[in-house]
């Protein structure tokens, strides 16, 4: 098994102890950490939940930060791993690595983060009661609002999308977008991939028959947005992304999403609640849906490219403008 980082990271630090038991003051909390694949938004979720560990008074704590590379067999060797190891806690980092980490692991707490809908990914039976064993926060990205922003600043009447046909998460996205277009009364074109490496195959199959292309936090698609988003603009057809942490780099027209590292705070603090002894069978899923923790980058070198003007309102929204 590859592993793409292996212990990130030590702290030293008095921990208080899992349910609520005292562990002795030079004791290490061992905390494994699945990352499904490697991109800013998955990134900023696991740098957002180590620092907030810290801010929480967790300095006794060694991490094992281990990476999947979008390979769904990884993630249960990963979560063998863990076992073997005797974690004291396990976190998984979208939805492929929670699924193997709750599927292998029985006798220490299962944390997951980055999840769309863990109730269908069958990480927990509702999102509104707590699960045996599990906890963890969820994102709902407001798709509606995105693609009305979208349809503000260009016209369109076919919306393309790119998606995982073997994450649920992202099957759920896909419908998710489907709905809001029925609402929006937009025509809705989608193609699933199985992997990265056929994003770019699948984004020209779009070609010529969208007017647009709406990428959800799908994580294999996000993994592989540079062949999206740069036969999109040769095509001069905009991109508008939910994840603005993968738009400094790559050439979307707009991102409008979540900040990544509020998303590992937040589970951070679910993970600082369990640790303190709070059974997980009391802990709903922590839901983010809040759009003042959302937000918006806009391209101006890729909006001249397929033919767009941003107004100003749209520039004075934006938290960053990329003018290169």
Known sequence: MKKAILVLTAFLLTFTGLSGEGQKERDT???????????????????????????????NVEFDYQNANADPGTT??????????????????????????????????????????PVSAGLVDSLEAGESG?????????????????????????????????DDSAMYQAKQTELACRELGLEYIATAVTSSAEVKAAA???????????VSTDNTVVSALSGLAVTAMENGVPVLSAD??????????????????YVGQRTARIMDKVLKGEDTANLPTDIIRETSNMKLILNTAVAEKVGITFTQEDLDMAETVISE
């Open 29 to 59: 909390l061992k905390i494994g950490i699945s990352q499904f694949v490697q991109h800013p938004a998955l990134d900023a979720v696991a740098q957002g939940i180590m620092d907030e560990m810290a801010v929480l008074g967790y300095e």
């Open 76 to 117: 249960k060797q990963i979560a063998s791993l863990f076992q073997a190891k005797k974690m004291d806690m396990v976190v998984g980092i979208a939805t492929p690595s929670a699924q193997a980490l709750k599927m292998t692991i029985r006798d220490v707490p299962v944390i997951y983060a980055a999840i769309s809908d």
């Open 244 to 261: 603005p942490s993968s738009a400094m780099e790559n050439p979307v027209l707009a991102a409008w999403g979540f900040n990544w590292y």
């Open 204 to 214: 020209e199959s779009l070609m010529g028959r969208v007017d647009a292309i709406y």
């Open 134 to 166: 599990v906890a963890g926060t969820s994102h709902q990205t407001p798709i509606v609002e995105q693609l009305q922003f979208l349809m503000d600043l260009t016209e369109v009447k076919a919306l393309g999308q790119v998606y995982s046909g073997n």
